[in-house]
């Protein structure tokens, strides 16, 4: 079945560092993919709709110059978390709808747990 | 706008128990639901999924029923494992490819 492959599954680096943390759609093509933060009291948090050659949408409250999202191509969307700092830390999931119409499901990546220190 | 309301977690049962989690919706249209589960330290797989009034969604022992009288979508299973224990997602999609989720709600089996 489709699969979404996110990387790295892990991150732990100094404040002021900038993250990269890539979402692949490894047998399907993906012209749309979100970005969701989780809380640790589960909540998903929607961060912002990738949209393959256009910006970005961001949710109300989420800082697009904080969080640099780029879809250059059908298969891959990259959100980099700019001079991260300790706040930032949280887990980060990316998903992406099975074509085929709304009713499809979402596949998601396996998330990345970003710790900043 | 849109709105997913889960029971509020974490459920305690021991195994072989019966487990239900409710979940209902506010929507404008007609939405297709989803549950989806969360094992520790990994990214959302779907459960189970039903796209119109009267639809059971089944996977892996579980089930939910889509009742579009009383807007819900509850998840159950006759008898509950230890690998049940993860977190359970409501959500619905409503003709926009952007879903929304309920908050989740824990699920703690115990030998």
């Known amino acids: 079945g489709a699969v979404v492959s996110q990387h790295p599954s892990w991150v732990i680096c100094k404040s002021g560092t900038s993250v990269k943390i890539e979402c692949r759609s490894l047998d399907f093509q993906a012209t749309t993919m979100f970005w969701y933060r989780q809380f640790p009291k589960q909540s998903l948090m929607l961060m912002a709709t990738s949209n393959e050659g256009s910006k970005a949408t961001y949710e109300q409250g989420v800082e697009k110059d904080k969080f640099l999202i780029n879809h250059a191509s059908l298969t891959l969307s990259t959100l980099t978390v700019t001079s991260a700092h300790p706040e930032d830390s949280s887990f980060y999931i990316c998903?992406?709808?099975?074509?085929?119409?709304?009713?499809?499901?979402?596949?998601f990546g396996d998330g990345t747990r970003l710790s900043i220190l | 706008g849109d709105s997913v309301t889960q029971m509020e977690g974490p459920v305690t049962l021991s195994e072989e128990a019966f487990l239900t989690i409710n979940c209902t919706y506010t929507?404008?249209?007609?939405?297709?639901l989803f549950w989806y589960v969360q094992y520790p330290g990994e990214g959302l797989q779907l459960l189970l999924k039903a796209t119109k009034a009267d639809d059971k969604g089944s996977n892996k022992g579980f089930e939910a029923t889509y009742r579009k009288e009383t807007t819900s979508f509850h998840l159950e299973k006759g008898s509950v494992q230890v690998s049940d224990s993860a977190v359970y997602f409501c959500a619905l999609s409503d003709g926009s490819y952007i879903p929304t989720f309920g908050r989740g709600t824990s699920l703690i089996v115990h030998p």
């Open positions: 929507a404008t249209g007609y939405p297709s």
């Open positions: 998903s992406a709808p099975q074509t085929g119409g709304s009713d499809q499901p979402q596949h």
